[in-house]
C-alpha cells in the first residue's frame, strides 16, 4: 500500500498524470491533416486555430501531460469543424450569388431588364 501511495505521490510532483493500471493512455488524434485541408479550402482564421491546437497535442503528450493532449485534440477537432461548416455555408452564398448574378447579367443583355 506505501508503494502505491508513492507511485501515486511521484506522479503528482512529477506533474504527470497517473497510469492505468500499468497501461499508457492511447494518444489521441491530433487532426492535424483535417486542420490543414480546413485552412486550404475552408476558412483560414478557424483553419489556422486548428493548426496551432493540433501542433500542440504532440508536445504535451511528449511531455506526459496526457489530459492537455486530450483537450488540445478537442480543440484542434472543434475548430477544423467550425471552419468546414463556414467554408460550406460560404460555398453555398457564393453559388447563390453566382446564380443571381448570372441571371442579373443574362437579363441585362436580352434588353429584359
Given at each position: 500500500?506505501?508503494q502505491?501511495?508513492t507511485?501515486?505521490n ?7 498524470q ?7 493512455p492511447?494518444?489521441p488524434?491530433?487532426?492535424?491533416v483535417?486542420a490543414?485541408l480546413?485552412t ?6 478557424f483553419g489556422?486555430?486548428?493548426i496551432?491546437n ?5 508536445s ?8 492537455g ?6 480543440n484542434?477537432?472543434k ?7 463556414c ?9 447563390i450569388f453566382g ?15
Open positions: 500500500m506505501d502505491n501511495y507511485e501515486q511521484n506522479n503528482v510532483m512529477n506533474n504527470q497517473p497510469v492505468n493500471n500499468g497501461y499508457a492511447v494518444k488524434d491530433n487532426f492535424m483535417w490543414i480546413c486550404i479550402f475552408c476558412c483560414l482564421p489556422i486555430a486548428s496551432i493540433a501542433n500542440k497535442v504532440d504535451l503528450w511528449a511531455m506526459g501531460d496526457y489530459h493532449a486530450q483537450t488540445a485534440a478537442q484542434a477537432r475548430w477544423f469543424k467550425w471552419g468546414i461548416i467554408g460550406i455555408i460560404a460555398y453555398i452564398f457564393y453559388i446564380i443571381i448574378g448570372g441571371v442579373g447579367a443574362a437579363a441585362l443583355n436580352n434588353g429584359n431588364f
